[in-house]
């Protein structure tokens, strides 16, 4: 009693700490007030408090085969006294359940180690006894609602007093509280962020996006991407998206992920063509504030964005050489850093990649990676350009119409049977991204309700269709050709596109994509006119 009675100046400077501590609501500078306070007393060699965290330092971590999930490891967060067994505290690690700290962390109890120059624990490692005359360590974890926060670490020159881990229940106890609100805090700004940076990027991809509506047609080159995206969807599986620049290429990427199970997630898009070439990197992963030149802030990459959802790379053919390998390493490993931050970050996202390039013959030529061409091209999707297609035109030009008559807030002009004729003998080198302007140009010019299309080249054969003029009330002599020469010439065109495709009748770039026709009604044409391969040959030669 006379012992406790002589410390009684040291525990009303411990009331003073946790006035102090009730103070503060900085949590590091909280613990850093609570081991410097506390090793300032003669009787302590060092304080140390450590916190439960994930794991972060795996690659590097010395305990890191001696940790059982590496999930979360106890981080060294404030230490004072002996600066020789400190060491860099925030490079200080302790898997949970290894050693004398970790195994009491894991269990969440108080503990009291009284001979510290016998355990392996701490003999060696740090060598208390012979250097500074250490007997006694004492551990208080740091408990709030069921949940170990971290531990509260006294190493002693002598052997505590009644009323000292009274005392350090206490300071422990107040410490949980903080450092349960600082996470607390912690995760509703991250949440905070995460929102407002997913609504920029959403505004952003907002004011991007093509205004080409739902997936609009019918025809079989359609329908089969549509039964495409059936399949792949659901999978988490990377999927690459070909086809001529204006196909809808976004689109597709899209539909894909809304019928996901990511889709309350959201679809960031990168458009690789975009980015300035040193950029690259801060845009995919992110920088720091300093990390170069014009960082003035921190700043989330595109893959945090997309954490949980879709990531799209639009033109990815066009991403450097020096950063595909980069790339590739987030796909395998989940994993990237930060631009001038050492802490590796967890990337959960699923890649769609779009390009208008032959990436086969990229990779063949040396300017992108096989390996990385490999892991995008898991599910390939082609979408068919639009003069293949043509049938879908009449469905697509009153949708495109009444749209941009809404946005311009005009009558919805009429689109005649003429109309569409003419669109649909266009080839429509933009295919439908030209298609859409090419209707928004009409609307603005047109007058009286009447459509006229701007089209360069007028139409395939060079001059406007016969059907258009004949409609227009232009005096023409109306060509007639016999049923037979019409017979003969339909006979030649399926001739032609058969050995146009090696008599390939399904399927991209087959005879029925070519004529527009669909594949079984091909099959009938071909056993109904009796057409061989040989014919076919002979007729060429």
């Known amino acids: 009693m ?12 411990l009331k003073d700490l946790l006035l102090d501590m009730s103070q503060e609501r900085d949590v590091g500078v909280l613990l850093r007030m609570i081991v410097e306070r506390l090793a300032a007393r003669p009787h302590v060699a060092l304080a140390r408090i450590w916190l439960v965290k994930p794991g972060d330092l795996c690659g590097s971590c010395t305990m890191a085969e001696k940790c059982a999930d590496r999930k979360h490891c106890l981080h060294l967060a404030a230490s004072a006294g002996d600066e020789r067994a400190s060491g860099p505290v925030d490079r200080y690690r302790i898997p949970l359940g290894v050693g004398a ?65 009274i005392w350090l229940r206490m300071i422990a106890n107040h410490a949980a509280i903080a450092v349960a609100n600082s996470q607390a805090l912690e995760e509703i700004n991250r949440l905070k962020k995460r929102l407002e940076l997913e609504n920029a990027y959403l505004r952003e991809e ?16 359609l329908l089969n991407v549509l039964e495409q995206i059936e399949l792949v969807a659901p999978t988490d599986a990377s999927v690459l998206i070909l086809g001529e620049s204006g196909t809808g290429k976004e689109l597709v990427a899209r539909e894909i992920h809304r019928r996901s199970l990511r889709k309350d997630r959201p679809m960031i898009k990168v458009n ?28 989330a990459g595109r893959f945090q964005a997309a954490d949980g959802g879709t990531l799209f790379l639009d033109e990815v ?15 395998q490993e989940g994993r990237y850093e930060r631009i001038g931050e050492e802490v590796t970050r967890q990337a959960d996202v699923r890649i769609i990649a779009a390009t208008n390039r032959d990436m086969k013959r990229e990779t063949k030529e040396g300017r992108f990676r096989q390996d990385l061409f490999y892991r995008l091209n898991v599910f390939p999707i082609e979408v068919v350009p639009l003069r293949h297609r043509k049938e879908d035109i009449p469905l697509l030009a009153p949708h495109f119409l009444k749209r941009v008559a809404e946005k311009m807030n005009r009558p919805l002009p009429v689109l005649s049977r003429g109309n569409l004729i003419q669109l649909q003998e266009y080839r429509w080198p933009g295919n439908v991204r030209e298609m859409q302007n090419v209707i928004e140009r009409a609307v603005i010019t047109s ?95």
Not at 112 to 140: L, M, T
Not at 206 to 221: E, H, M, R, W, Y
Not at 462 to 475: H, I, K, L, W, Y
Request: include cysteine; charge should be positive; glycine fraction near 12%.
């Open 2 to 13: 006379d012992t406790d009675k002589s410390y009684q100046p040291e525990f009303e400077s």
């Open 101 to 165: 700290v970790g195994r009491f962390a894991r269990m969440g109890e108080s503990w009291r180690e009284d001979n510290v120059a016998e355990d392996s624990d701490w003999v060696g490692r740090h060598d208390f006894s012979g250097r500074q005359g250490v007997r006694c360590v004492v551990g208080k974890p740091l408990f709030f609602k069921g949940r170990v926060l971290g531990v509260l670490c006294l190493f002693l020159l002598i052997a505590p007093v009644r009323q000292g881990p």
């Open 206 to 221: 907002l004011n991007d996006v093509q205004a080409f509506g739902d997936i609009i047609g019918k025809s079989p080159a």
């Open 272 to 299: 690789c063509a975009t980015i300035p070439r040193g950029l690259y990197e801060s845009e995919f992963f992110g920088h720091v504030k300093g990390a170069f030149t014009g960082a003035v802030k921190d700043r």
């Open 317 to 331: 053919g066009e991403i450097p050489w020096d950063l595909q390998s980069k790339l590739l390493r987030v796909l």
């Open 447 to 541: 007058r009286s309700g009447h459509l006229s299309f701007d089209l360069p080249g007028e139409s395939v054969r060079g001059r406007p269709p016969r059907n258009v003029q004949a409609e227009s009330g232009q005096d023409e002599r109306i060509e007639v050709v016999p049923e037979e020469e019409i017979q003969k010439r339909i006979r030649e065109n399926t001739l032609g596109a058969l050995r146009k495709s090696g008599w390939k009748i399904y399927g991209p770039g087959g005879a029925a994509q070519l004529l527009g026709l669909k594949p079984t009604t091909l099959s009938a044409r071909v056993r109904k006119m009796k057409l061989k391969r040989e014919e076919g040959i002979k007729n060429y030669k």
